[in-house]
């Protein structure tokens, strides 16, 4: 039987929809979903997973109103302000990736400020994406290997897969091994495009701010009764 993924991703969708719903405001909705995020990063270690990696903002995100956008960057801001602590003390090592410079500088300044932090923990490495999107991370790296083609750095016959996996924001990060994504949507949404080529998906009809420790646990033991084979045959 296959192990626990090491790395997992997940698509935190529907929290507009649940506060909908209740007849709130969608900002609600993502308070609520913060709290989620706390109770499986504390939850995830016990059950096998090393990496976990959540998809907090989208370069499409941007699109949506001043009132829920700017909630969210201070949501993102408190979290980290008072989520320092206990990371610390669980051992959880914390990351972002995606494009940095859009953001507010007291939210950049934070998110150094953090990684530096927590730069030493080894129980759990957690990755936020914040204004990231796939297919822009993608150009951004591109455009570092052809500056570095430019200033002739970097032979082109030189450029491999690994040398573009080392461009990546995800540079020091394993590709993930099960991607989840709540709310009953079945989109990828521009999310670890590259990284998650062999990836196994898994879609759950639950929304993010009902999303269980006991429900990631069901969808955990489901990934390791599947056959990954990464595109070979079985032995
Ligand atoms: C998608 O639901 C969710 C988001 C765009 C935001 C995710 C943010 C959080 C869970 C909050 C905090 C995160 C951290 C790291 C502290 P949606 O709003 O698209 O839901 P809908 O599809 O029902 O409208």
Avoid: C
Avoid at 33 to 62: C, H, M, Q
Wanted: net charge neutral; no cysteine; aromatic share 8%.
């Amino acid at each position: 039987m296959p192990s626990a993924p090491r790395h997992v991703a997940i698509i935190m969708d529907g929290n507009g929809r649940w506060a909908t719903s209740k007849g709130w405001p969608r900002l609600v909705g993502h308070r609520k979903g913060a709290e989620r995020v706390k109770e499986i990063v504390r939850a995830a270690p016990d059950l096998g997973i090393e990496w976990l990696t959540i998809y907090a903002f989208s370069t499409e995100n941007w699109k949506r109103s001043t009132e829920e956008v700017l909630g969210l960057m201070g949501l993102f801001q408190r979290y980290i302000q008072r989520e320092a602590e206990g990371l610390s003390a669980e051992g959880v090592r914390m990351r972002f990736i995606g494009d940095r410079k859009r953001l507010d500088t007291k939210l950049q300044d934070l998110m150094a400020w953090i990684e530096d932090r927590t730069r030493g923990n080894r129980k759990l490495n957690l990755t936020v994406a914040i204004n990231y999107g796939g297919r822009d991370e993608l150009v951004r790296a591109m455009r570092r290997l052809a500056r570095q083609v430019a200033d002739g750095s970097l032979d082109p016959e030189a450029l491999d897969e690994a040398a573009l996996d080392g461009a990546l924001d995800t540079a020091q990060i394993p590709d993930p091994d099960l991607v989840i994504r709540t709310s009953g949507e079945t989109r990828v949404s521009n999310f670890l495009l590259w990284q998650a080529a062999y990836a196994e998906y898994e879609f759950t009809p639950t929304l993010w701010p009902d999303f269980t420790p006991e429900i990631l646990s069901d969808i955990l033991l489901r990934f390791q009764g599947r056959d990954r084979r990464f595109g070979g045959v079985k032995p």
